[in-house]
């Protein structure tokens, strides 16, 4: 089975650098778009299912992406359902949370420059550490993977959780956090294999650089 592991599309939240974590911000219009062409990019593969975080600009995407699939019940002709799980919903970035990252900057200096240099080091005050993200995102995936032992799936959550996913798939901690990028709307595929893990793609945006031309995307 493979993993296609999708960030969700853009927010207005995304454009103007303010922290979203927990806080419920929907897809803008260009998000909207991302994730219709995202769908449309995947259409030409077959999924067991879809899973997203709770979250609603994760959850429009993830069912952006299912419209283009139909339902495993032979007698049905229903998209696939979307089902949200909490392990995937982005990191609480607790008191930080609806502020701009200059915000950020003069109002916590100490611990924003420890989250640029040591992110593995930083707990956000009344919220999580990149740790605790790991623990319950990859006990998550770890989970559908159970689920799924020959099947494809779609996990739609956000860019720390992806990130810490990926470096817990490399093998690396976080403290290689920043190392990894995640755009709006990116694919990544993750193959299980002898209780390790296969990246075969990374932060894929090809699919969305020129929306209307789409392409048929091939990972294998």
């Known amino acids: 089975m493979k993993i296609f592991l999708v960030r969700h599309g853009q927010t207005k939240w995304n454009k103007d650098s303010i922290c979203r974590g927990r806080l419920d911000v929907e897809l803008d219009e260009t998000g909207i778009s991302q994730a219709a062409a995202t769908g449309k990019a995947l259409s030409h593969l077959e999924f067991e299912a879809v899973y997203s975080s709770p979250l609603k600009r994760a959850m429009k995407t993830a069912e952006e992406i299912a419209a283009f699939h139909k339902s495993h019940n032979p007698n049905s002709n229903i998209a696939l359902t979307v089902t949200p799980v909490d392990g995937l ?40 550490s990149l740790d605790e993200v790991s623990q319950r995102a990859t006990s998550a995936m770890k989970s ?23 470096c817990a798939a490399l093998g690396l901690d976080n403290s290689h956090f920043w190392l990894i990028g995640q755009d709006t709307c990116c694919i990544n595929v993750i193959e299980p294999a002898y209780d390790r893990y296969i990246i075969h793609t990374l932060n894929d945006t090809c699919h969305i ?12």
């Open 89 to 128: 919903i982005d990191i609480d970035f607790g008191e930080w949370q609806g502020l701009t990252i200059e915000e950020v900057s003069q109002r916590y200096p100490d611990i924003y420059r420890l989250w640029q240099r040591e992110p593995q080091n930083v707990r956000f005050p009344g919220g999580e």
């Open 209 to 220: 650089k020129r929306l209307g031309e789409v392409p048929t995307l091939r990972y294998f």
């Open 144 to 166: 559908l993977i159970a689920k799924h032992p020959e099947g494809n799936i779609v996990m739609v959550s956000h860019r720390v959780v992806n990130k810490v996913l990926l």
